[in-house]
């Protein structure tokens, strides 16, 4: 039965992306968003399923009279300061948006009815990984102020849900990619010297493992969370379960632009592109629980990943 979900970051690229996949499968949408751009406002002006509002979660009056007016029936937290780089360059702004603002949301919550919330989290909050696979119960030491501010937005909303009754489901990500991603790191970078016929050549980390995840796989398993009526966990991998090396992503991009020249070399690596490396090692995420739990398979494999990305890359912004 087609639903009435709030989602925050709405007009970001992982949440205009969930935002889509909600309109087309007939749900209503409440959008919010710092601002919103215009091509979330003609998509709002062209379906009328959708509604989207300018505030900040920081504002807690506001946050709340949202809710008074539309009334959801759940939600999707998308909205952050989002990445090692930025979260670290701004701490106290990253502390008031990614835990403040998700205080306000779950206070919300609270006093007018809505129990269900997926919070996207990441695998910063588990810091350095102990094993080149890890699951949801590996200890979460996070690193890095991004992980931190993540980890703490996880634990507000487990106390909201043992104290009142609320429904707190964290997606755990790791690095998301796909078409027009707005950070300058790989695969992006690889994958745009390569259309412009220009050798690249990144330096560091041809050795460096960490799981990369299609970003229709991410949406897939955000929504498969929410719609999951009762959750035996509160938090779940969504990833691939493997983790290639950024040799083996400048080879399959290689392979999906003939005559590209990408390649990686093998000293430490310490940054890729805007992204610091703080955590000392990464890896994979097991995504059995979520599999299991949520009926989770992802649909992308890093090849055919790389395949849609340069296709969408190619055709330009939709």
Known sequence: MPRKILVTGACGWLGGAIVRALLARGDTVVGLDLAVPPAMA?????????????ADLGEWHRVLRLFETHQPDAVI???????????ADIPLAALRVNVEGSVNLFEAMRLTGVR??????????????????????HPQRPVSVYGLTKLAAEHYGRVYSRNHGLDCINVRTCWVYGPHLPRLRMPRTFIE???RGEPFHEPTGADFAVDQVYIDDT????????DKDTHRFDAYNIATGVAPT????????NRAVPGARITVGCAPVH???DTPIVSAAKG?????RAAAELGYRPGYDLQSGIAATVAATRAGPS
Do not use: K
Not at 78 to 87: N, R
Not at 219 to 226: D, E, N, R, T
């Open 42 to 54: 003609a998509l709002a002006a062209r379906d009328p399923r959708l509604a989207v509002e300018a």
């Open 77 to 87: 937290h998308a909205a952050a300061i989002v990445g090692v780089t930025q979260a």
């Open 116 to 137: 269900r919330v997926v919070h996207i989290s990441t695998e910063e909050t588990y810091g350095d990984f102990q094993a080149p696979l890890i699951d949801e119960d």
């Open 193 to 195: 010297a390569a259309l």
């Open 219 to 226: 949406v897939a398993g955000v929504l498969l969370a929410l």
């Open 246 to 253: 950024l040799r083996d992503t400048a080879e399959a991009v």
């Open 271 to 273: 940054r890729l592109g």
């Open 284 to 288: 994979a995420l097991d995504i059995r």
